[in-house]
């Protein structure tokens, strides 16, 4: 079963520095995407950032970017220049791409302030 | 274009009775997924719906069930609740033949279980 680690339960940030959230995966497929998903207080959660595993180019969106180490089983993402709006809950997710099915699995998540 | 629709938001119910929340994904997608979220436990897949079909299970008793009709609303139930059943219960929809199958979420309905 595929598994998907956030080691750091809560993170701090001050406004327009940068700061990188950790993801780890386990999974024996080859061919599956990872996401990185944002819950603000408001609860509805968005899609922040996505990166095939077929792709070596790491993604990026605007201040948002990824360090994918398929080797390793690493998924990190760096924020930029962050934003008080920044301050939200970050789950890391996992899909096998094959499976017909559009299940993710998640990681506990990280819990990201930013410090005016 | 609306977004995805849960309804209630909130409730509160008693240990016994049973709940069923709703879903409206948005319009055109297919594929509707539920999620468990608690604090403990974090998000946990209940089930996943396309084209009236459930399509995938997780690890959940069978006291929870779903369903999606034709119009892709999808339903779901969960009958002789729990305190342990106290969650944020998120629904997601998804446009059947995206490569990556992004999941938008709606703002979830928060239950109560006393």
């Known amino acids: 079963a595929q598994t998907v680690t956030q080691s750091q339960p809560e993170m701090s940030v001050q406004e327009a520095e940068t700061v990188t959230l950790s993801c780890t995966y386990d999974t024996s497929e080859s061919d599956y995407y990872l996401f990185w998903y944002k819950q603000p207080p408001s609860r509805q959660m968005i899609l922040v950032i996505r990166q095939e595993a077929y792709k070596q180019q790491n993604a990026t969106e605007n201040r948002f970017s990824v360090n994918f180490q398929k080797a390793a089983k690493s998924f990190s993402l760096k924020i930029s220049d962050s934003q008080l709006g920044d301050a939200a809950m970050y789950f890391c997710a996992y899909r096998f791409s094959g499976a017909g099915s559009y299940q993710l699995t998640f990681g506990k998540g990280t819990k990201l302030s930013v410090i005016p | ?114």
């Open chain 2, 1 to 114: 274009k609306a977004g995805v629709t849960q309804t209630p938001r909130y409730l509160i119910k008693t240990r016994g009775q049973q709940v069923t929340l709703s879903c409206s994904p948005i319009s055109g997608h297919r594929s509707v997924s539920w999620y468990q979220q608690t604090p403990g436990q974090g998000l946990q897949f209940l089930f996943e719906y396309f084209s009236e079909t459930q399509r995938n299970k997780g690890n959940f008793p069978g006291r929870f069930s779903g369903r999606q009709f034709s119009n892709s609303r999808s339903e779901m139930n969960v009958s002789t609740l729990e305190l342990g059943d106290s969650a944020l219960y998120l629904c997601a929809s998804s446009r059947q033949g995206a490569n990556t199958g992004e999941l938008f979420f709606g703002e979830g309905s928060r239950l109560t279980v006393l």
